[in-house]
């Protein structure tokens, strides 16, 4: 059985690749925080063999996301039930409007990794 999110191929010019986790510590269907040196923590989720990586902190108020319910590929937040959508970050339901940050997924030999924005 294959668990690996696809991997995605992409210029590394002008950010870091950052180490997440194995994609296996990922349950399927579901979400895991991963905190970083010097960076916010982020939620990596895994759909349908797909994985995404997203700010872990709800934009309306201080929750975790990876705490919250999966359903459909949105993610409910635990605070107010508010939702966004897990590949766009797009808010989805009140009281939630403020858009997520997303940040790419990159799969290689069962990793996790991301890009982040090199700071100036």
Same mark, same amino acid.
């Given at each position: *059985?294959?668990?690996a999110? +696809?991997? =995605?191929e992409? +210029? %590394?010019?002008?950010?870091?690749? $950052?180490r &997440?986790?194995?994609?296996?510590d990922i +349950? /399927? #269907?579901?979400?895991?925080? %991963? =905190?970083?040196?010097?960076?916010?923590?982020?939620?990596v989720?895994r $759909?349908?063999? /797909?994985?995404?990586v !997203?700010?872990? !902190?709800c934009?309306?108020?201080?929750?975790s996301?990876s705490? #919250?319910? $999966?359903?459909d #590929?949105? %993610?409910?937040?635990p605070?107010?039930?508010?939702?966004?959508? $897990?590949?766009?970050?797009?808010?989805?339901?009140?009281?939630?409007?403020?858009?997520?940050? !997303?940040?790419?997924?990159?799969?290689? /030999?069962?990793v &996790?990794?991301?890009? &982040?924005? *090199?700071?100036?």
């Amino acid at each position: *059985m294959n668990n690996a999110c +696809p991997r =995605t191929e992409a +210029p %590394v010019q002008s950010r870091t690749l $950052i180490r &997440l986790c194995k994609i296996e510590d990922i +349950p /399927e #269907g579901s979400a895991l925080q %991963v =905190t970083l040196p010097e960076h916010a923590p982020l939620a990596v989720f895994r $759909i349908a063999g /797909e994985c995404f990586v !997203t700010d872990d !902190t709800c934009t309306h108020g201080n929750a975790s996301l990876s705490e #919250g319910d $999966i359903e459909d #590929g949105l %993610v409910i937040c635990p605070f107010h039930s508010g939702s966004f959508d $897990i590949r766009t970050g797009e808010p989805v339901d009140r009281p939630c409007t403020k858009k997520l940050q !997303t940040y790419e997924a990159i799969a290689d /030999e069962g990793v &996790l990794y991301t890009a &982040l924005p *090199m700071h100036e």
